[in-house]
């Protein structure tokens, strides 16, 4: 037993020795310690940082979703009112196309008109150089009815 006591008491001198820490080595350990709850306080503050980050992300993402949606529903209008835009255009061809029809044939159709018109003056003025000269050749004919008349009375009268 006697034995036992001494290996205790060995063993407790050994293992207060081995505990002690030198004033270096606890300096050391104080300096790691402050630097690391400075360090702690540097992560605490970035992971705050980060969180608003991350925040802000979700914030800019969702307005560049809203964004996409705008852009998505302003290029439906734009097509739509493309397709409205080239069907106007199409028609007011189309239109553009028929007045010019409607013009060269109403143009062709004033010509004969004009044409047949001018036949009918010539025709007209025809028949009024006729008629004239058959009121002449009338006349004419009625002075010498009037002139054997005359004579025919003078002859009578005789």
């Keep these: 037993m006697k034995n036992e006591y001494i290996f205790l008491g060995l063993f407790f001198v050994c293992s207060i020795l081995l505990s002690c820490v030198s004033t270096d080595k606890y300096q050391e350990l104080v300096q790691v310690k402050e630097y690391l709850e400075q360090e702690n306080q540097r992560l605490t503050s970035q992971d705050e ?61 004033k010509q004969y008109w004009e044409e047949a018109l001018a036949k009918k003056q010539l025709e007209l003025e025809d028949k009024e150089r006729q008629m004239q000269t058959l009121r002449y050749t009338l006349e004419q004919k009625d002075k010498q009815v009037k002139e054997l008349l005359q004579i025919i009375r003078a002859k009578e009268g005789n």
């Design 49 to 109: 940082e980060n969180r608003d980050l991350r925040s802000k992300d979700r914030q800019q993402k969702l307005a560049y979703d809203k964004a996409q949606a705008e852009i998505a529903e302003l290029k439906a209008s734009f097509n739509s009112l493309n397709r409205n835009y080239e069907d106007l255009a199409n028609r007011y061809n189309t239109l553009i196309a028929n007045n010019k029809q409607l013009g060269s044939g109403s143009a062709n159709e």
